[in-house]
């Protein structure tokens, strides 16, 4: 490789990195600005609640399907590998564990993330390509506050009811299985289940999983859809964007938090 | 500042990237009252000065006064309150899609405004009936067609009776008849509610017959400057090729290009 | 979609979600058992705890009836303050002794309670005297091996 060449290639690292570090700076900053402008999407409620129909009422049927799909297959290849250890009758206790620390928030988060991720970014994005949001800002309405904290905050709350119905629906779809399927006892599925789960140590801990995916995947959102250039083109890599970074975000904080909440910080 | 001008550019300087100035010493007058177009090519900067005057961008160099304010010395509070006197027509509409007619129209008094709703219907059918379409209410923005949706911008850009307002190409791309419709609610609007209104366009003729004065800008600056008779009468050569348009003269018709021959036998070659 | 269907929608969608969530919280999880009940508290010195962690369980005759509250380190004594939080309608006799035992041959540890035979019941505060540390793996080992030794000797006299 020439000079040249080498050269180009670390001036183009350095560029990226930069060019990274900045859009993280201005993400934060964005990110203060939406919290502290919040009081609009407070005060006129129905601004969020809007919001909270269209990222959390319309993904439902994505979330139950695909929340009883899983608690199925969990029971399904759950017996057949405690079956070996004679150990079936803890079948409950694997399916409920699974979901609720893990399962319940990481694939409600992914789904959540590319279901209404996704449309918040094309939306805001289209509005700005379409110059709605300078029209706003030209009648003196602040477009963050009218428009991104109602989306944002949408988001925020539809994600830990979306993640504690689909681990319902998978310790329902466990039980059918396991239970009305194959044979389990169902008192020892049940009975297990709750001496093994614990309220505050799994089922909590997963709910505050489920609304920091929830932070996480809405304001990559909004951000993306703020900041996409005014395109076609632009509108779609940003919700390409939003999905990629979102999924990324999820499963690096599920690792992060589940060092910190499931084995007390001695893992990292 | 004279109280009958509205907005005051003076050697305005300003660039999106500071090493290539888009405008270059460009000085605008607005008097009250008045409608006053600023025309030139695509590109030339003509909304770059509107956005200017809107506060968008802060002058690089140089000082723009609106509404005796001056843009630069404001905070957001303040360009708030300044836009609040404002109304702006953007080029396609910009209508809120997820909202209708009647609720795009009723915007910025609910923002702004106390208003009970009764009150609020009353001024919508107002704006509404003034631009011709208080019986498309209730329709949505992707129900109306290109002139329809202009027409309903206007109306929402005048629902707090602004001091100034902005018209950013307000006739690209309408048929004939929407196209002589907003260019008379522009004139009558603007006497009707004692505006001063700023049109940035290149239809030229249209511009000619419904303004008080005229900005010509080409290449960041300003190149002449006239009333409509003036306009018509002028023999500057770039007024001339624009007014009358002419393919070739200060605008030339070929973009930069090395010469022909050598350009030919090379690829003969 | 009109605001009173909007509305209606969000508010079954948060609805069912809380639903969900104690669906979570009762059924699958111990919640039922134990919060709102009425605890006192009861004390215990240990020469060793073992693997006993906060929010163990307190059995008697292999029913759960405490959790262990708090385990600190006496500085004076240089034994293990472990304190329980017992269930009020379980009264104790103020000779119980406190045994530090394992779930099932390698599982987590639990304070089990024999009670005793003294007419005066433990009071909220109160010290349980009688008590026997946990089994430590090591030192049963190298007992058993000691004992083993021994008896070589012996038998080879």
Redesign the interface.
């Known amino acids: 490789m020439t000079i040249q060449a080498m050269r180009g290639f670390f001036e183009r690292l350095g560029n990226r990195v930069t060019s990274g570090v900045w859009q993280l700076g201005f993400a934060a900053r964005f990110f203060a600005y939406m919290v502290l402008h919040s009081g609009t999407a407070l005060r006129r409620f129905?601004l969020t609640?809007?919001e909270?129909?269209f990222s959390?009422?319309l993904s439902?049927i994505i979330i139950l399907v695909s929340g009883l799909f899983v608690g199925m297959v969990l029971g399904l290849q759950g017996y057949h590998t405690l079956e070996r250890y004679g150990s079936s009758e803890a079948l409950g206790v694997l399916v409920?564990l699974s979901l609720?620390r893990e399962l319940g928030p990481v694939v409600a988060g992914l789904l959540f993330a590319s279901r209404a991720g996704s449309a918040i970014t094309a939306e805001i994005g289209l509005?700005k390509a379409?110059?709605?949001i300078?029209?706003?800002?030209?009648?003196?309405?602040?477009p963050i506050a009218?428009v991104v904290a109602p989306r944002f905050w949408g988001g925020v709350?539809?994600m830990?009811?979306?993640a504690?119905?689909f681990?319902?629906m998978g310790?329902f779809g466990g039980y059918l299985v396991g239970v009305k399927m194959i044979g389990v006892d169902n008192g020892a599925f049940?009975s297990q289940?709750?001496?093994a789960?614990?309220?505050r140590e799994?089922?909590l801990n997963g709910?505050i999983k489920s609304v920091v995916f929830g932070i996480a995947v809405s304001w990559i959102a909004v951000f993306e859809g703020y900041d996409a250039a005014p395109t076609a083109e632009g509108v779609s890599r940003a919700t390409t964007r939003t999905v990629v970074t979102s999924s990324l975000a999820i499963l690096a904080l599920d690792f992060l938090l589940t060092a910190l909440m499931f084995t007390g910080g001695t893992a990292t | 500042m004279p109280d009958s001008n509205i907005v005051e550019v003076e050697n305005v300087w300003f660039g999106y990237d500071p090493q290539r100035p888009v405008l270059r010493d460009v000085s605008v007058t607005i008097p009250r009252g008045k409608v006053v177009a600023i025309m030139g090519q695509s590109g030339c900067g003509k909304t770059t000065l509107l956005r200017i005057i809107g506060g968008v961008y802060k002058p690089t160099r140089g000082r723009a006064r609106v509404l005796g304010e001056l843009t630069s010395g404001l905070d957001q509070d303040g360009l708030y309150a300044m836009r609040r006197r404002m109304g702006m027509l953007f080029q396609f509409g910009a209508l809120f899609t997820d909202l209708s007619v009647y609720d795009n129209v009723a915007f910025q008094m609910r923002e702004h405004s106390n208003l009970p709703e009764d009150l609020i219907h009353d001024l919508v059918m107002l704006k509404l009936q003034a631009v011709g379409l208080r019986g498309a209410a209730q329709l949505m923005p992707s129900e109306l067609s290109g002139g329809m949706a202009r027409r309903v911008a206007l109306a929402r850009a005048i629902a707090l009776d602004p001091q100034l307002m902005l018209y950013d190409e307000p006739f690209t791309g309408l048929d004939p008849i929407s196209f002589g419709a907003i260019a008379r609610l522009v004139r009558t609007l603007n006497d009707a509610l004692g505006t001063t209104s700023i049109v940035v366009s290149h239809d030229v003729q249209e511009c000619l017959d419904i303004v008080d004065y005229l900005y010509f800008v080409a290449d960041g600056q300003v190149v002449a400057k006239g009333t409509p008779e003036e306009i018509r009468a002028s023999s500057e050569p770039f007024v001339d090729q624009f007014v009358h348009g002419k393919i070739d003269g200060p605008v030339p018709f070929n973009y930069p290009a090395p010469d022909y021959t050598a350009d030919l036998e090379l690829s003969e070659a | 979609m009109n605001r009173s269907t909007i509305d209606l929608w969000v508010g079954i969608f948060v609805a069912a979600g809380l639903v969900a969530l104690l669906f979570l919280a009762l059924k699958v999880g111990n919640l039922a058992s134990f919060s709102a009940a009425q605890t006192y508290d009861v004390t215990g010195d240990f020469a060793n705890i073992g693997g006993l962690k906060v929010r163990a369980p307190v059995k008697s005759a292999g029913v759960v009836v405490g959790r262990v509250s708090k385990i600190r380190f006496d500085t004076e004594t240089y034994e293990a303050v472990v304190t329980m939080s017992l269930d009020s309608r379980y009264r104790f006799p103020r000779d119980t002794v406190a045994k530090i035992l394992t779930s099932g041959l390698l599982g987590e540890q639990y304070v089990g309670l024999e009670a005793g035979g003294d007419t005066k019941m433990l009071a909220n505060g109160g010290r349980l005297k009688l008590t026997q540390s946990a089994v430590v793996l090591e030192n049963l080992i190298s007992q058993f091996m000691f004992n083993k030794a021994a008896e070589g000797k012996g038998s080879a006299k």
């Open positions: 129905s609640i809007r909270i129909y959390g009422v439902l409920a609720v509005m379409t110059e709605q300078s029209a706003m800002e030209m009648m003196a309405v602040d009218r709350i539809s830990p009811v979306l504690a119905l681990s319902a310790i049940w289940m709750q001496a789960v614990d309220v799994d089922i709910v």
